[in-house]
Protein backbone atom coordinates (compact mmCIF):
# COMPACT_ATOMS: atom_id res chain seq x y z
CA UNK A 1 0.00 0.00 0.00
CA UNK A 2 3.07 2.16 0.49
CA UNK A 3 4.38 1.63 -2.67
CA UNK A 4 1.03 2.39 -4.46
CA UNK A 5 0.99 5.56 -2.33
CA UNK A 6 4.36 6.88 -3.69
CA UNK A 7 3.57 6.36 -7.01
CA UNK A 8 0.40 8.13 -6.81
CA UNK A 9 1.94 10.84 -4.72
CA UNK A 10 4.73 11.14 -7.55
CA UNK A 11 2.40 10.54 -10.20
CA UNK A 12 0.66 13.93 -8.87
CA UNK A 13 3.86 16.15 -8.29
CA UNK A 14 4.90 15.11 -12.12
CA UNK A 15 1.21 16.73 -13.15
CA UNK A 16 1.59 20.11 -10.58
CA UNK A 17 5.13 20.72 -12.05
CA UNK A 18 3.55 20.31 -15.85
CA UNK A 19 1.27 22.50 -14.77
CA UNK A 20 3.14 24.66 -13.44
CA UNK A 21 5.77 24.83 -16.20
CA UNK A 22 2.96 24.97 -19.34
CA UNK A 23 1.51 28.35 -17.42
CA UNK A 24 4.62 29.73 -16.23
CA UNK A 25 8.14 29.76 -17.42
CA UNK A 26 9.94 26.81 -16.42
CA UNK A 27 13.83 28.08 -15.93
CA UNK A 28 14.63 24.41 -15.20
CA UNK A 29 13.96 23.32 -18.69
CA UNK A 30 13.51 26.13 -20.21
CA UNK A 31 15.85 27.13 -23.19
CA UNK A 32 19.32 25.92 -21.47
CA UNK A 33 20.94 26.70 -24.45
CA UNK A 34 19.94 30.55 -22.70
CA UNK A 35 21.91 29.80 -19.68
CA UNK A 36 24.87 28.00 -21.09
CA UNK A 37 27.24 30.89 -19.61
CA UNK A 38 26.88 33.05 -17.02
CA UNK A 39 25.75 36.77 -17.84
CA UNK A 40 23.48 38.60 -19.77
CA UNK A 41 23.42 39.72 -23.35
CA UNK A 42 24.45 43.65 -23.29
CA UNK A 43 22.67 46.37 -25.29
CA UNK A 44 25.96 47.59 -26.81
CA UNK A 45 26.86 43.86 -28.30
CA UNK A 46 26.03 42.84 -31.93
CA UNK A 47 23.27 40.84 -30.83
CA UNK A 48 22.31 43.21 -28.24
CA UNK A 49 22.04 45.80 -30.77
CA UNK A 50 20.12 43.38 -33.54
CA UNK A 51 18.13 42.47 -30.65
CA UNK A 52 17.04 46.15 -30.14
CA UNK A 53 16.06 46.98 -33.66
CA UNK A 54 14.15 43.73 -33.71
CA UNK A 55 12.04 44.41 -31.29
CA UNK A 56 13.09 41.16 -29.43
CA UNK A 57 13.27 40.21 -25.95
CA UNK A 58 17.12 39.69 -23.81
CA UNK A 59 16.63 36.45 -22.12
CA UNK A 60 20.00 35.69 -20.21
CA UNK A 61 22.50 34.79 -23.45
CA UNK A 62 19.43 34.71 -25.80
CA UNK A 63 17.16 37.42 -27.90
CA UNK A 64 13.67 36.07 -28.33
CA UNK A 65 11.19 36.80 -30.31
CA UNK A 66 7.53 35.99 -30.88
CA UNK A 67 6.80 33.77 -33.59
CA UNK A 68 3.84 34.53 -35.46
CA UNK A 69 3.48 31.57 -37.32
CA UNK A 70 3.32 29.53 -34.13
CA UNK A 71 0.38 31.42 -32.13
CA UNK A 72 2.74 33.93 -30.54
CA UNK A 73 5.42 30.96 -29.35
CA UNK A 74 8.82 32.87 -28.64
CA UNK A 75 11.87 31.49 -30.39
CA UNK A 76 15.35 32.45 -30.16
CA UNK A 77 16.63 34.75 -33.25
CA UNK A 78 20.28 35.62 -31.72
CA UNK A 79 22.49 33.82 -29.17
CA UNK A 80 25.59 35.38 -27.70
CA UNK A 81 28.08 33.22 -26.23
CA UNK A 82 31.10 35.22 -26.38
CA UNK A 83 33.61 35.18 -23.82
CA UNK A 84 32.42 32.51 -22.28
CA UNK A 85 35.53 30.18 -21.97
CA UNK A 86 34.06 27.94 -24.22
CA UNK A 87 36.51 25.06 -25.46
CA UNK A 88 33.98 23.30 -27.33
CA UNK A 89 30.51 23.48 -28.84
CA UNK A 90 28.47 19.97 -29.29
CA UNK A 91 25.15 21.12 -29.33
CA UNK A 92 22.89 24.15 -29.99
CA UNK A 93 19.98 22.49 -31.54
CA UNK A 94 17.54 25.06 -29.53
CA UNK A 95 18.90 27.73 -31.26
CA UNK A 96 18.28 26.62 -34.65
CA UNK A 97 16.04 29.37 -35.80
CA UNK A 98 18.50 32.01 -34.83
CA UNK A 99 19.24 34.86 -37.31
CA UNK A 100 22.69 35.58 -35.65
CA UNK A 101 25.21 33.60 -33.54
CA UNK A 102 28.27 35.66 -31.29
CA UNK A 103 31.05 32.60 -30.47
CA UNK A 104 33.69 34.96 -30.66
CA UNK A 105 36.45 35.76 -27.48
CA UNK A 106 36.28 31.72 -26.64
CA UNK A 107 39.21 29.26 -26.28
CA UNK A 108 37.29 27.27 -29.25
CA UNK A 109 39.81 24.27 -30.48
CA UNK A 110 37.48 23.46 -33.39
CA UNK A 111 33.78 23.75 -34.49
CA UNK A 112 32.07 20.59 -36.34
CA UNK A 113 30.09 22.21 -39.44
CA UNK A 114 27.24 19.58 -38.39
CA UNK A 115 26.71 21.79 -35.40
CA UNK A 116 24.87 24.35 -37.31
CA UNK A 117 23.15 21.61 -39.68
CA UNK A 118 19.09 22.49 -39.84
CA UNK A 119 20.16 26.28 -38.85
CA UNK A 120 17.90 27.65 -41.88
CA UNK A 121 17.69 31.19 -41.17
CA UNK A 122 21.40 31.54 -39.78
CA UNK A 123 22.72 34.75 -41.38
CA UNK A 124 25.32 36.07 -39.05
CA UNK A 125 27.95 34.16 -37.30
CA UNK A 126 31.15 36.17 -35.60
CA UNK A 127 33.56 33.77 -34.39
CA UNK A 128 37.30 33.65 -32.83
CA UNK A 129 39.75 34.83 -35.88
CA UNK A 130 41.35 31.15 -36.23
CA UNK A 131 37.98 29.14 -36.83
CA UNK A 132 36.70 29.39 -39.96
CA UNK A 133 33.21 29.92 -40.68
CA UNK A 134 30.73 26.85 -40.94
CA UNK A 135 30.82 24.88 -44.11
CA UNK A 136 34.13 26.47 -45.02
CA UNK A 137 34.68 30.02 -45.76
CA UNK A 138 34.06 29.84 -49.30
CA UNK A 139 29.76 28.77 -48.03
CA UNK A 140 29.57 32.32 -47.06
CA UNK A 141 29.08 35.18 -49.40
CA UNK A 142 31.43 37.64 -47.56
CA UNK A 143 34.01 36.60 -44.48
CA UNK A 144 35.54 39.32 -43.24
CA UNK A 145 38.42 39.84 -40.32
CA UNK A 146 38.01 42.60 -37.98
CA UNK A 147 38.98 43.52 -34.06
CA UNK A 148 40.54 39.83 -33.71
CA UNK A 149 37.06 38.13 -34.94
CA UNK A 150 35.64 36.49 -37.80
CA UNK A 151 32.71 37.68 -39.27
CA UNK A 152 30.58 34.93 -41.32
CA UNK A 153 27.89 37.00 -43.29
CA UNK A 154 25.09 35.94 -45.47
CA UNK A 155 25.09 31.89 -46.49
CA UNK A 156 25.36 31.12 -49.84
CA UNK A 157 22.35 28.85 -51.20
CA UNK A 158 23.41 25.50 -51.82
CA UNK A 159 20.70 25.24 -54.15
CA UNK A 160 20.62 27.07 -57.77
CA UNK A 161 17.74 29.49 -58.66
CA UNK A 162 14.76 27.17 -59.43
CA UNK A 163 15.31 25.03 -56.30
CA UNK A 164 16.56 21.70 -57.93
CA UNK A 165 20.06 20.70 -57.35
CA UNK A 166 21.43 19.64 -60.33
CA UNK A 167 23.45 16.33 -59.32
CA UNK A 168 22.64 15.58 -55.45
CA UNK A 169 18.80 15.85 -55.41
CA UNK A 170 17.10 12.80 -56.98
CA UNK A 171 14.36 13.49 -59.27
CA UNK A 172 10.90 14.67 -58.06
CA UNK A 173 12.20 16.61 -55.32
CA UNK A 174 13.50 19.93 -54.33
CA UNK A 175 16.22 21.26 -52.68
CA UNK A 176 16.09 23.78 -49.36
CA UNK A 177 19.10 25.56 -47.75
CA UNK A 178 19.94 23.67 -44.50
CA UNK A 179 22.49 25.56 -43.03
CA UNK A 180 25.52 26.57 -43.81
CA UNK A 181 26.86 24.85 -46.25
CA UNK A 182 23.90 21.85 -45.75
CA UNK A 183 20.88 21.48 -48.23
CA UNK A 184 17.82 19.00 -47.61
CA UNK A 185 15.99 17.45 -50.75
CA UNK A 186 12.19 17.23 -49.90
CA UNK A 187 9.35 15.21 -52.00
CA UNK A 188 7.63 17.76 -54.77
CA UNK A 189 4.24 17.93 -54.82
CA UNK A 190 2.40 14.86 -55.36
CA UNK A 191 5.65 12.79 -54.92
CA UNK A 192 6.57 11.07 -51.68
CA UNK A 193 9.00 7.69 -50.79
CA UNK A 194 12.52 6.28 -51.21
CA UNK A 195 13.74 8.60 -53.38
CA UNK A 196 10.56 10.47 -54.07
CA UNK A 197 9.53 7.64 -56.51
CA UNK A 198 6.17 7.19 -55.71
CA UNK A 199 3.51 9.03 -57.15
CA UNK A 200 0.27 10.13 -55.17
CA UNK A 201 -0.98 11.22 -51.64
CA UNK A 202 0.98 9.63 -48.39
CA UNK A 203 -1.30 7.01 -46.92
CA UNK A 204 -1.15 8.35 -43.78
CA UNK A 205 -4.40 6.78 -42.22
CA UNK A 206 -3.22 3.42 -43.38
CA UNK A 207 0.22 3.44 -41.81
CA UNK A 208 -0.67 5.72 -38.72
CA UNK A 209 -3.59 4.43 -37.82
CA UNK A 210 -2.54 0.96 -36.78
CA UNK A 211 0.48 2.32 -35.07
CA UNK A 212 -1.72 5.06 -32.78
CA UNK A 213 -4.14 1.70 -32.63
CA UNK A 214 -1.20 -0.38 -31.40
CA UNK A 215 0.35 2.32 -29.06
CA UNK A 216 -2.69 2.59 -26.87
CA UNK A 217 -3.17 -1.18 -26.40
CA UNK A 218 0.09 -1.69 -25.25
CA UNK A 219 0.01 1.76 -23.35
CA UNK A 220 -3.50 0.20 -21.72
CA UNK A 221 -1.52 -2.98 -21.15
CA UNK A 222 1.21 -1.64 -19.16
CA UNK A 223 -1.13 0.49 -17.13
CA UNK A 224 -3.34 -2.31 -15.83
CA UNK A 225 0.53 -4.67 -15.35
CA UNK A 226 2.02 -1.82 -13.29
CA UNK A 227 -1.60 -1.55 -11.61
CA UNK A 228 -1.50 -5.06 -9.99
CA UNK A 229 1.76 -4.83 -9.45
CA UNK A 230 1.33 -1.36 -7.17
CA UNK A 231 -2.19 -3.23 -5.63
CA UNK A 232 -0.21 -6.53 -4.58
CA UNK A 233 2.76 -4.47 -2.69
Known sequence: M?????????????LIISHLCFYAPCELTRLPVCK???????????????CFVSNGRLEGRCCLKNDSNSNGT???IGLDLSNCSLKQVDDLHEAATAYMIDLSLNPLVNLSDSVFEGFSDLNYMILPIDIFCPGGNQSWSKVELREGSRLCEDPKNMCNQTGQLVIDCPENSLCTPYGPGFFE??????????????????????????LGASTVVLSFLLWVTQRRKAKAL
Open 74 to 76: ERI
Open 36 to 50: LCSGSVLNETAVGHF
Open 2 to 14: KAGRSQLDTAVLV
Open 185 to 210: CNCADNYYGYKCLREGEFPALQVFGP
